[in-house]
């Protein structure tokens, strides 16, 4: 029997989040102190008390969503269920970088300072009202790669999330997106629905961010994984170091191949998924994926109260 533990992406954010964590326990309120010191500013401040308007703003979520990820694998270790009862980490989108923390080959303040990077030159990236994004339901990875790539024309238009075997999401301009949303609906979608967000993540627009991320990637130090990373963009797992900063630059324009990944580890012996952080919604993909697997969502004091049980 295998174990990963998986990281959320942006999207799971609330008001909140990670507070009753850092009440119960010292470990778990050091990580949200650390990443203020890394950031030069109260973020826990905004997770737990602040408008989720800004939370959601694409340079807070992704600082903010990673501190209440590891807040809950200290808080985890505190109770004798650390990293080393993992097999393999992964992170859907931002989450490779929890997942990277968890593992031991960033730092804390590192990944804090990174993801901020990251979200800025994500949103800045492509202005506002320019890009778009849409999850398309009911059709696999392949008919909506095909469908996206009829409907870029001279734009950009890119399969960028396979979420699981019934939902991609697609990005890139927002008028090549909406004809791609209504070529999968004639082609039998279930549905296809808008995505609120404020950029057009994982697509060629992005590479304006990608350059970004090369050059803050430069002085930084990545360490050895204590345990093997599986990868967005290779959907297998990676342990060299200096592997890396690469792919974390790929994934900016990136597909991210996560129904790829979690079928790669299931093949690999992976029998259980433990969603480490804010929100449940990588248990369900997982659910979908791996019918069999057993799933957990980990993000209050509860939740490791019952892996003693």
Request: proline share 5%; aromatic share 6%.
């Amino acid at each position: 029997m295998g174990r990963a533990f998986v990281f959320p992406g942006q999207g799971a954010q609330t008001i909140g989040m990670g507070r009753a964590l850092a009440d119960a326990y010292p470990a778990a309120r050091a990580v949200f102190d650390e990443v203020d010191d890394a950031l030069g500013e109260s973020l826990s401040a905004l997770i737990w008390e602040g408008d989720i308007a800004e939370l959601t703003l694409t340079q807070n979520a992704q600082p903010a969503l990673m501190a209440t990820s590891i807040a809950a694998l200290r808080a985890m270790d505190a109770e004798g269920f650390g990293m080393d009862k993992a097999d393999f980490v992964a992170g859907h989108s931002l989450g490779e970088y929890s997942a990277l923390c968890a593992a031991g080959a960033l730092s804390l303040a590192d990944t804090a300072r990174l993801l901020r990077i990251r979200g800025a030159a994500m949103q800045e990236a492509v202005p506002v009202g320019v890009g778009a994004m849409a999850a398309i339901l009911g059709l696999d990875f392949e008919a909506v790669a095909a469908i996206a790539a009829e409907a870029a024309g001279d734009e950009v238009c890119q399969a960028a999330n396979d979420n699981d075997p019934a939902q991609v999401v697609i990005s890139g301009h927002k008028a090549a997106v909406e004809r791609a949303m209504a070529l999968a609906k004639e082609r039998g979608a279930k549905r296809a629905l808008p995505l609120p967000v404020s950029a057009p993540f994982h697509c060629a627009l992005m590479a304006p961010a990608a350059h970004v991320m090369t050059e803050a990637f430069a002085a930084v130090v990545i360490s050895k994984p204590v345990c093997p990373v599986v990868v967005n963009v290779r959907a297998e797992a990676v342990e060299e170091p200096d592997r890396f900063r690469d792919l974390l630059v790929a994934q900016v324009t990136g597909s991210v191949r996560w129904r790829e990944s979690m079928l790669w580890m299931e093949r690999a012996g992976v029998t259980e998924f433990w969603e480490i952080g804010a929100g449940k919604a990588l248990s369900g993909m997982i659910k979908r994926i791996v019918p069999g697997a057993e799933t957990r969502a980990i993000g209050v004091p509860a939740d490791i109260a019952a892996l003693q049980g």
